[in-house]
């Protein structure tokens, strides 16, 4: 099948939600402080700052003034590990689990109303192309 057209007409979709800000509120929730607070509470503890710019493709820089933002905020912790001085560990503070929660229960309620405009015979076969995409090797997406 020759899927020029098929293309043409997502690629005018996704321009269109684009006009309407709905894919940038999406992007920009699991960008910046957000995304990189999720990544230290899922670690369950310390995590050294390569790890974060390891698993979220940015810069040590980036994560480095990310982090010193957050610090700022009293979001998180950093400390030199005990055991091998030249590590920095990072953890969350209180206040920092307290804004993953906020910010989580935040992005569950926008989707669930994006899922819920969907009906759910649409809501479950978006999410199983979604999860189809994500589970295709990176090698093999073509970009």
């Known amino acids: 099948m020759d899927y020029t057209d098929l293309a043409r007409e ?3 979709s996704m321009n269109q939600l684009r006009k309407k800000n ?3 509120k999406i992007t920009d ?3 910046g402080e957000p995304i990189v ?3 230290i509470a ?3 503890g310390d995590v050294i700052p390569s790890e974060i710019s390891n698993e979220m493709g940015i810069s040590t820089a980036r994560v480095a003034a990310t982090l010193n933002s ?3 905020k009293g979001m998180i912790t950093r400390k030199i590990d005990k055991n091998d001085r030249r590590r920095i560990l990072v953890e969350l503070t209180r206040a920092g689990q307290e804004r993953v929660d906020e910010h989580g229960k935040k992005m569950l309620e ?3 109303g994006i899922l819920d405009y ?6 479950s076969e978006f999410v199983r192309i979604l999860k189809r995409l994500a589970d295709k090797p990176a090698e093999e997406c073509n970009m």
């Not at 969907?118 to 809501?123: H, I, K, S």
């Open 10 to 12: 997502l690629l005018a």
């Open 22 to 24: 709905m894919q940038k």
């Open 29 to 31: 929730s699991m960008h």
């Open 37 to 39: 607070l999720f990544y």
């Open 42 to 44: 899922k670690c369950e």
């Open 70 to 72: 957050l610090e700022s």
């Open 110 to 112: 926008n989707m669930k």
């Open 118 to 123: 969907l009906g759910e015979q649409d809501a």
